[in-house]
């Protein structure tokens, strides 16, 4: 099956500064997500991109398909931003990556 | 739009009883859902795809006689755990593919079954 890696695993960040995350995956796919997952284990929406760049906000995402790899950019990351950034991917059915533990000290 | 809920949030239940965890789609139509599990700290793992009027279709390792779905709407899909032990004990997610067209998921608040 496909696989999703995720770089980098855990990454702590001064509020205020920018980060940059990135997903690989194997093989060509129609579906790729970019979640946040709150403390309460709800997953967020951030991105629909299986291909392009697309921003919203202080976040904007590119995926490179035919490389097989996503970005996700975080510019002047706030506190609430921490917690765990997923990348899935896949067509009809979704692969998660192991994800990124993100935590922003203020 | 494009909201998804589950229920029962948090279900605590003792060993060999079943557990029924509902996943509806609240504003669209979902001819397919899918469950998941998350451990502790790990991702989510898919466990089946769920097809409205059809059999799901299990990932390799899940019993289906185990967690029996069923999708008998395009608004709900359900998942019960059989004769639960407490190594079933997880956080289980549904989502579904949106109204986009795409395929986008949209994912539920998850369901945090404890097994005593």
């Known amino acids: 099956g496909i696989q999703v890696e995720q770089s980098p695993p855990d990454l702590i960040l001064q509020e205020g500064a920018n980060s940059t995350l990135r997903c690989n995956f194997s093989?060509?796919?129609?579906?790729l997500q970019w979640f946040h997952q709150n403390p309460w284990g709800q997953l967020i929406n951030l991105f629909y991109i299986p291909s392009g760049t697309k921003q919203n906000g202080r976040l904007s995402a590119t995926t490179v398909a035919t490389e097989r790899y996503s970005l996700l950019y975080i510019s002047s990351s706030q506190t609430t931003d921490s917690g765990v950034y997923f990348c899935a991917v896949g067509s009809n059915d979704m692969r998660f990556g192991a994800g990124t533990r993100l935590t922003v000290k203020p | 739009g494009a909201v998804v809920s589950q229920h029962p949030s948090r279900v605590i239940c003792k060993s060999g009883t079943s557990v029924k965890i509902e996943c509806r789609s609240l504003?669209?139509?979902?001819?397919?859902m899918f469950w998941y599990r998350q451990f502790p700290k790990k991702s989510l793992m898919l466990m089946a795809t769920s097809n409205e009027g059809s059999k799901a279709t299990y990932e390799q390792g899940v019993e289906k006689d185990k967690f029996l779905i069923n999708h008998a709407s395009l608004t709900l899909s359900t998942l019960t755990v059989t004769s639960a032990h407490p190594e079933d004990s997880s956080f289980y997610i549904c989502?579904?593919?949106?109204?986009?067209?795409?395929?986008?998921?949209?994912f539920g608040p998850g369901t945090r079954l404890t097994v005593t």
């Open positions: 093989d060509s796919v129609n579906n």
């Open positions: 989502s579904a593919e949106g109204p986009t067209g795409t395929y986008e998921q949209y």
């Open positions: 504003d669209f139509q979902a001819t397919t």
